[in-house]
């Protein structure tokens, strides 16, 4: 993987019984990821199951409710790679009740595969996983039309998912260069890692092709955005050997940096120009994003944990009072009036839940109005306002910057995932009547 041109983050979601754990096995299998002790005992596994051939659901489904039920309940890490292109991927779950996982799992994939059974096209939970993935922002959808092996009539069947399909995603904001459709077979690997001869009404890619030659979009429509650095730690050896040294350390969220560049550092405003960037293994001239660093500047300036160190060319105005959109991860419900802590980068300030605006109903693409709480998995929109201001980008604009999480200040468990501003608006919602 270490030799692959570039890494791209991928998700996959879908319904249950809709085949994620075996086409994601059939990706690790097919390009040869996966040891050979590994296979030979799914083969030994599949057999004492009465299975003719290996299933390969057992090679991602590790829990053992998970094996003993047949559904993926955890988010679990994948990595594999192909001589264009290296992955990591992120297989989430299916159920309704684990929304917070599949929100999570999905919150950094720059492509998601999108499962749906030919036999039973799009269902509820295939509307609804496809809403959350435009709430996150996701750049490229895959729908990958599974089982098509086991349908009498395949042609039609999937002209008729993707028309439906496709109008769905058109009206959560979606155009069609983003959205790409393949009908598959994981059990027998059609279209997956090469082209079947059993779909002759599919002239496209193979699901691996298509994931190859996909672009590896990393920022926004909106435009490259500039640095977004918070600082992690203050180095101050005070050694003999580096008596002034004072270097911020931390990694690049957004955008990249270069010796001479001027910068503001957040919230208080202050400018000063990159003098160094140092790493563990030596200078350089420029980073970028995902790169650790630590940061030297022309001046000595008052900079702690938290702060922001952005390009002073687009550097954000800090905010204390916003909207932002969160999908509530706790079994006890948000009510307006909480007091929390909220994390955002490095940074730990207290907040306080101005109210709560509206919930998203992914079943009816709907909103509901001033609802009274939001329950464990609901994803709604809220205002909030924070003890001290916070160097956030709007979530549109950058999903690094954009995010935060809402903490219990109790027992320090998260309780929210959050999105700076309102990323409901852009999926054409209509207004439902309180429930």
Not at 124 to 134: G, I, P, S
Not at 259 to 269: A, Y
């Given at each position: 993987m270490k030799h692959a041109p570039d890494l791209l983050r991928i998700a996959t979601a879908g319904s249950v019984d809709d085949g994620k754990s075996t086409l994601v096995g059939r990706l690790l299998y097919d390009t040869k990821s996966v040891l050979a002790d590994q296979i030979d005992a799914v083969t030994k596994a599949s057999?004492?199951?009465?299975?003719?051939?290996?299933?390969?659901?057992?090679?991602?489904?590790?829990?053992?409710?998970?094996?003993?039920?047949?559904?993926?309940?955890?988010?679990?890490?994948?990595?594999?790679?192909?001589?264009?292109?290296?992955?990591?991927?992120?297989?989430?779950p299916g159920h309704v009740q684990y929304t917070r996982n599949t929100v999570s799992g999905a919150s950094t994939a720059q492509l998601v595969i999108l499962l749906v059974d030919a036999r039973n096209g799009v269902v509820a939970q295939t509307r609804r996983h496809a809403a959350v993935m435009a709430l996150l922002g996701v750049p490229q959808l895959v729908l990958a039309v599974n089982k098509i092996d086991l349908v009498d009539d395949p042609a039609s069947k999937y002209a008729a998912i993707v028309e439906e399909f496709s109008a769905l995603t058109r009206s959560l904001g979606w155009s069609d260069d983003e959205v790409t459709t393949i009908p598959v077979s994981a059990l027998h690997g059609d279209n997956v890692a090469s082209r079947s001869a059993n779909t002759p009404y599919y002239d496209g890619?193979?699901?691996?092709?298509?994931?190859?030659?996909?672009?590896?979009?990393?920022?926004?429509?909106?435009?490259?955005?500039?640095?977004?650095?918070?600082?992690?730690?203050?180095?101050?050896?005070?050694?003999?050997?580096?008596?002034?040294?004072?270097?911020?350390?931390?990694?690049?969220?957004?955008?990249?940096?270069?010796?001479?560049?001027?910068?503001?550092?957040?919230?208080?405003?202050?400018?000063?120009?990159?003098?160094?960037?140092?790493?563990?293994?030596?200078?350089?001239?420029t980073a970028h994003a995902g790169r650790s660093v630590t940061l030297l500047?022309?001046?000595?300036?008052?900079?702690?944990?938290?702060?922001?160190?952005?390009?002073?060319?687009?550097?954000?105005?800090?905010?204390?009072?916003?909207?932002?959109?969160?999908?509530?991860?706790?079994?006890?419900?948000?009510?307006?009036?909480?007091?929390?802590?909220?994390?955002?980068?490095?940074?730990?300030?207290q907040a306080i839940i101005g109210g709560l605006d509206a919930l998203f109903d992914e079943q009816n693409l709907a909103l509901v109005d001033a609802p009274e709480s939001l329950e464990l998995n609901h994803i709604g929109r809220i205002s909030v306002q924070t003890a001290e201001p916070i160097a956030a980008d709007d979530y549109a604009t950058s999903r690094e910057s954009g995010s935060f999480?809402?903490?219990?200040?109790?027992?320090?468990?998260?309780?929210?995932?959050?999105?700076?501003?309102?990323?409901?608006?852009?999926?054409?919602?209509s207004v439902a009547q309180p429930a």
């Amino acid at each position: 993987m270490k030799h692959a041109p570039d890494l791209l983050r991928i998700a996959t979601a879908g319904s249950v019984d809709d085949g994620k754990s075996t086409l994601v096995g059939r990706l690790l299998y097919d390009t040869k990821s996966v040891l050979a002790d590994q296979i030979d005992a799914v083969t030994k596994a599949s057999v004492d199951r009465g299975l003719d051939g290996p299933d390969l659901s057992l090679l991602v489904d590790g829990l053992r409710a998970e094996r003993e039920q047949g559904i993926t309940i955890d988010v679990a890490y994948r990595y594999f790679a192909t001589p264009a292109r290296s992955f990591v991927l992120a297989d989430t779950p299916g159920h309704v009740q684990y929304t917070r996982n599949t929100v999570s799992g999905a919150s950094t994939a720059q492509l998601v595969i999108l499962l749906v059974d030919a036999r039973n096209g799009v269902v509820a939970q295939t509307r609804r996983h496809a809403a959350v993935m435009a709430l996150l922002g996701v750049p490229q959808l895959v729908l990958a039309v599974n089982k098509i092996d086991l349908v009498d009539d395949p042609a039609s069947k999937y002209a008729a998912i993707v028309e439906e399909f496709s109008a769905l995603t058109r009206s959560l904001g979606w155009s069609d260069d983003e959205v790409t459709t393949i009908p598959v077979s994981a059990l027998h690997g059609d279209n997956v890692a090469s082209r079947s001869a059993n779909t002759p009404y599919y002239d496209g890619p193979s699901l691996i092709e298509h994931l190859e030659s996909v672009p590896n979009v990393t920022e926004h429509n909106h435009g490259p955005l500039g640095l977004r650095f918070p600082v992690q730690y203050v180095i101050r050896p005070r050694t003999a050997e580096f008596p002034d040294y004072r270097g911020y350390a931390g990694q690049i969220a957004a955008g990249a940096v270069s010796v001479g560049d001027e910068v503001t550092i957040l919230p208080s405003g202050t400018r000063s120009r990159i003098k160094q960037i140092d790493t563990a293994d030596g200078p350089l001239a420029t980073a970028h994003a995902g790169r650790s660093v630590t940061l030297l500047l022309d001046d000595d300036v008052d900079i702690s944990r938290g702060d922001v160190i952005a390009a002073a060319t687009d550097a954000p105005e800090p905010i204390q009072q916003f909207s932002a959109t969160v999908c509530w991860l706790a079994d006890k419900p948000l009510r307006p009036g909480a007091r929390l802590l909220l994390k955002h980068g490095t940074k730990t300030t207290q907040a306080i839940i101005g109210g709560l605006d509206a919930l998203f109903d992914e079943q009816n693409l709907a909103l509901v109005d001033a609802p009274e709480s939001l329950e464990l998995n609901h994803i709604g929109r809220i205002s909030v306002q924070t003890a001290e201001p916070i160097a956030a980008d709007d979530y549109a604009t950058s999903r690094e910057s954009g995010s935060f999480l809402l903490i219990d200040p109790q027992g320090g468990n998260t309780l929210a995932a959050g999105l700076v501003g309102d990323a409901l608006a852009p999926l054409h919602l209509s207004v439902a009547q309180p429930a």
